[in-house]
C-alpha cells in the first residue's frame, strides 16, 4: 500500500456485459453519478481504483478486526498472549495486517505460510477428528424474533395484532442457543416452525437475534439485537401456506442458521460471527 500507482481489479466479462444489456449505458456512466466520480475509472474489464479508495473500502472491515482483537486483549485469560497468528484469505491484506501491526505494536504478528487455506485446512483437520465431542459453553443466547398466539395473561397489550381473525403476540424471543448451557460444535438445536399465510409472499426475510439478558421475553428488550438475517425463497404452493423449519448450531467462532422450506424441503444456511462481549 506504499506505492504511487492506483489499483487494478478485474472484471468478469459476463458482468460487464449483463450490467450494459441490462441498464444500457456504460459502468463509467453509473460511476459519474455516485460519490466515486474522479476515484475510479472503469475500462473494458477492469476497474482502476485510487489508491487511497481502497484502504475506505477496508475500512469498516478493518475497524471491527482491530476492535474484535482489542476486546480479546482485555480478556483476563489472554493478557498474557505476546503473538498473534493470521489466518484466511484477508489477512494477506497489506491493508489488513498493516493496521494490526500498528495496533499491536509491542506483539508479535505473523501472517502464516498460505493463510488462504489455512481455514480450510483446519476445517479438514476437524473433519476427521476422532477425538471426544467439542463442547462449548455460550455466554449469550441467540434466536428468533416469533409471533405466538396472544396469551393476555403473560403478553402485553402493545404486542397484540389480529391476523386471519387469530390474536397473536409478536416480536416474541424464541431462543435456540442458551447462555450458559454447554453445546457440541456442530450439532443441532431443536427446530422452530414458522408458519407463512400470505399466498404471494415469495420471499421471508427470517432475522437472527442475540441477547445479553438472560430472562429476554421479547426482541425489543433492552440488549437484544440483530446479528444478521437470513433469506429464504418460498415456493408455490397450491393451499397459500408454508412452514419453514429453523434450527442453529455452533461452530466454534460463529453460528450456523438452518431453514428448510417444507414444501419443495430445499435448506438454505447461513452462518453469522458470536457475540463474545
Known amino acids: 500500500m506504499d506505492t504511487d500507482e492506483n489499483i487494478t481489479l478485474d472484471l468478469p466479462s459476463s458482468l460487464v456485459k449483463m450490467y450494459t444489456t441490462r441498464y444500457k449505458q456504460s459502468i463509467q456512466f453509473r460511476i459519474d453519478d455516485t460519490e466515486y466520480v474522479g476515484r475510479i475509472l472503469a475500462q473494458e474489464e477492469s476497474l482502476v481504483l485510487d489508491k487511497t479508495l481502497m484502504k475506505d473500502i477496508f475500512g469498516p472491515a478493518v475497524k471491527s478486526i482491530i476492535g474484535y482483537l482489542t476486546n480479546l486483549s482485555r480478556d483476563p485469560e489472554l493478557k498474557q498472549c ?59 443466547s441467540y ?82 439485537s ?9 415456493p408455490d404452493r397450491k393451499d397459500g401456506t ?11 467462532d460463529s453460528i450456523i442458521v438452518s431453514a428448510t422450506d417444507e414444501v419443495s424441503s430445499r435448506t438454505i444456511e447461513e452462518d453469522f460471527p458470536l457475540i463474545w462481549h
Do not use: W
Request: charged share 20%; glycine share 8%.
Open 82 to 140: 505476546d503473538a498473534i497468528l493470521l489466518v484466511g484469505g484477508f489477512a494477506e491484506s497489506p491493508v489488513v495486517s498493516g493496521a494490526i501491526k500498528h495496533v499491536f505494536a509491542n506483539t508479535n504478528m505473523t501472517v502464516v505460510d498460505k493463510a488462504e487455506l489455512a481455514v480450510l485446512k483446519g476445517g479438514v483437520l476437524l473433519g476427521h477428528y476422532s477425538g471426544p465431542d467439542i463442547a462449548i459453553k455460550m455466554p449469550f
Open 242 to 252: 408454508a412452514t419453514v423449519k429453523i434450527q442453529m448450531a455452533l461452530l466454534g
Open 143 to 224: 434466536g428468533l424474533g416469533m409471533a405466538v398466539p396472544y396469551n393476555e395473561s403473560i403478553h402485553p397489550k402493545k404486542k397484540l395484532f389480529v391476523a386471519k381473525n387469530i390474536q397473536y403476540c409478536t416480536d416474541v424471543f424464541q431462543a435456540h442457543i442458551f447462555d450458559g448451557r454447554q453445546y457440541l460444535i456442530g450439532e443441532f438445536s431443536a427446530a422452530s416452525k414458522l408458519k407463512l399465510n400470505r399466498p404471494t409472499q415469495k420471499r421471508v426475510a427470517i432475522p437472527v437475534y442475540v441477547t445479553r439478558h438472560r430472562h429476554a421475553k421479547f426482541t425489543t428488550d433492552e440488549k437484544c
Open 226 to 234: 440483530v446479528v444478521g438475517k437470513l433469506y429464504v425463497n418460498v
